[in-house]
Nanobody, 119 residues
Framework: QVQLVESGGGSVQPGGSLRLSCAAS????????MGWYRQAPGKQRELVAI????????YADSVKGRFTIARDNAKKGTVYLQMNSLQPEDTAVYYC????????????WGQGTQVAVPS
């Protein structure tokens, strides 16, 4: 079993910055990917950014150049999302994803953290 603890959400004015953290614990021997998705009210959950075990990153077009995902190489199973130039359209609940190879791929989700950027 895998447990995820997220932190760092909050409310910030347009143009501001926040950093989200996600720490995975438990059976995290074979992490395939870690990353962030978000869900705004009335919308489907969407990919924000992910980082693969080899270090490759993928970003949604809407956040490229503004958000950066990174792993903490000193703390296995910890990933950060640095969010700069936040805009009202970034308002959503942000969920951490950890995908484990068991050898099947199993996804674990965090409880979500709210990010609010008032217009």
């Amino acid at each position: 079993q895998v447990q995820l603890v997220e932190s760092g959400g909050g409310s910030v004015q347009p143009g501001g910055s926040l950093r989200l953290s996600c720490a995975a614990s438990g059976s995290i021997f074979s992490i395939n990917i870690m990353g962030w998705y978000r869900q705004a009210p009335g919308k489907q959950r969407e990919l924000v950014a992910i980082i693969a075990s080899g270090g490759a990153t993928t970003y949604a077009d809407s956040v490229k150049g503004r958000f950066t995902i990174a792993r903490d190489n000193a703390k296995k199973g910890t990933v950060y999302l640095q969010m700069n130039s936040l805009q009202p359209e970034d308002t959503a609940v942000y969920y951490c994803l950890t995908q484990i190879r068991t050898p099947a791929f199993v996804n674990y989700w965090g409880q979500g953290t709210q990010v609010a950027v008032p217009s």
